[in-house]
């Protein structure tokens, strides 16, 4: 199985990575690192022990690649556009598509684009950065959940999930909407709030009401998500379950706030205004979503762009 | 009618410098300044006309103050637990106590210390400011409503309403409940969104969604107050006259963002916490009003105690 990674940052250089150290047949795109990358590889420092891929299949352009059977979507949503124009230059009919980013309507979106493409969610549990071109720190977790969207399991999906586990990945597959939506539940409150009250998740939960916030903040994302999909609830004690978990985690600067600090434009469509969006159409008014959302643009629209 | 001020900054100063200019007799409070104002008297910048008063009846301990027949209150709310041991030591049984402050359940508080005493809520619409030791800048407006607390139109208040008059101070008197709530309509987003969004209010209601969000408080703000005392209703097009006359308002700074500016305490319990007790108690849920007084603490613990 030959296997493209589009964005080769903190996660896709990480899985990438993963991948090509267990000698699988990985081809990374690359932008600014391409240089340094082409010349050098790449390092992965991680809890798991560091390596070093002297020979990677690096890109600058993706009319470069080959046809891939797998393409590992590890771009900020931010940049989504960009798949119109390049996908075709490196999907067959039979190619899976796993977009591992966060947010809600990701699928949806692509799928308007390309109505025959298999494309499945990938849910990335893990704490990783990259500290310098060609560089990723791997600091924790790693647990990677791919979810098929619109499509019975396929051969395929049961093929990387065993490439991830051989490569010392832990990979599961999970139901779709249940998957997108609980990871939700933690990256709606905890992102928005780093950002707004410019500070860290151990902060945030020191803090009586803004953990109440944060509680009511979940609660909304769960019932947004059971409007939407009344089949399969998610009970609201997912909740407490992820505020105790963020609570024995060290304290942690989400993906969002790492954007905000380094000025980048952050993800606030998928994480917010679509939620958003999808519930209202639904019947459900997401208040503190769209009132941190407001924020967020408002934030954004000051001190980064 | 012999005035006391107690708090003698953008308001004190002003106000009970224009009452003093006008030939009343005035007795300031003063804590920092009280030495310059002892030695060089006060000074009053006013857009309505310039004037120093050379000689000012200044006092640093209130225990040396005459007994006043009309005691206006212009510290900040958060010194307001100083007014039970400083009220005794000026006032006789009818004294009128004005509490000229931002905020709701001010006079509900006092007047559970002090049966007894006389109280009126003090609505300033003004934009003054401190901007040195003993010397008060007065940029805009100034209209003064007076509306008595738990009692009837007592003679002391037309009085008083006569002296302002007198003394070039637009003033008036209100119903209280609806002065007080229709005061905070305007008080509480502006107050609260230029501290989350470090920003002042015309840039806040250049963006759409924040105007929106705005609104939004403002009817919460309303509908509380509503729901507190349904006989005399606010209307909710009341939102929209506060929008519309923000927006032809020069760029401003709320007092909180200038508390938060100087990292000063801010007024959030009787701006915030306090109206959101009160409809709670009424049965009304203020929900982005709780969210932004609970980012509102936090930012002031953070950065400011």
Redesign the interface.
Known sequence: MKYGIIGTGAIGGFYGGMLAHAGCDVHFLLNTDYDEVKANGLQIDSCDGNFHLDKVNVYHEVSDMPVCDVVLVCLKTVKNNLLESMLPNIVHERTLVVLIQNGIGLESDLQSVFPHLHIAAGLAFICSSKIGKGHICHQCYGRLTLAPFGHEYLDVTAQVVGDFIRSGVQAFTAEYHIARWKKAVWNVPFNGLTV????TTD??LA?R??E??IHNIMLEVIHAANRINPRKPIDDSFADEMIQQTKVMTPYSPSMKLDFDNRREMEIHYLYERPFMDAARAGYDM??V??????L???Q??YIM
Chains 1, 2 share one sequence.
């Open positions: 707004a009250l410019n500070t902060k945030l803090n009401d803004i109440k916030q208040k503190r769209k009132f941190l959302s407001d924020e643009r408002f934030i629209h000051s």
